[in-house]
């Protein structure tokens, strides 16, 4: 465990964590873009997917599938009205009152996108590697097609 790292800590004081298996913790996006927007977490500090342990490696598609299986059986709405009583920040806030008002709040997604930002330059801002589960809901882009390929702009559509 690392003492600054703030997932680190999450694990230690064994709060917002709502499934774990032997390697790896669950915990829901307190900045989500789609309801039930989750992060699968290793409990051992590991940076890079690529640093995770053949052990880690095997207990990781449990914990993706598990939490899957949570996510499915989840009363969104309750789930967003209790995380809006104590909100990380104000931006927290906005993201959670906005999952209340999204189309999926009240659905099982149709679909998932499952990434993880790996290296600064892909985006990561917490050091210690996590696993994003986003739902998704038919409708909720107008075209999904492409998926995480619009993570770069104008390159999602390569079938024109």
Known sequence: MSEDCLFCKIYKEGKEIFYENESFYSRFD???????????????????????????????KPALKETVEIIESLDSKRLYKILLKNPVNNLSEDFCRRMLDHPGID?????????????????????????????????????????????????GDYKG
């Open 107 to 155: 659905k099982k997604p149709d679909a998932y996108n499952f990434g993880n930002n790996d290296g600064e330059a892909a985006g990561r801002t917490i050091h210690h590697l996590h696993i994003h589960i986003i739902p998704r809901y038919k409708g909720d882009v107008e075209n999904p097609r492409g998926g995480i390929r619009h993570i770069i702009p104008e390159l």
């Open 30 to 60: 307190m900045f989500p873009i789609s309801p039930g927007h989750t992060e699968v977490i290793p409990k051992r500090h590991a940076i890079n997917l690529l640093d995770l342990t053949e052990k880690e490696w095997n207990n990781l």
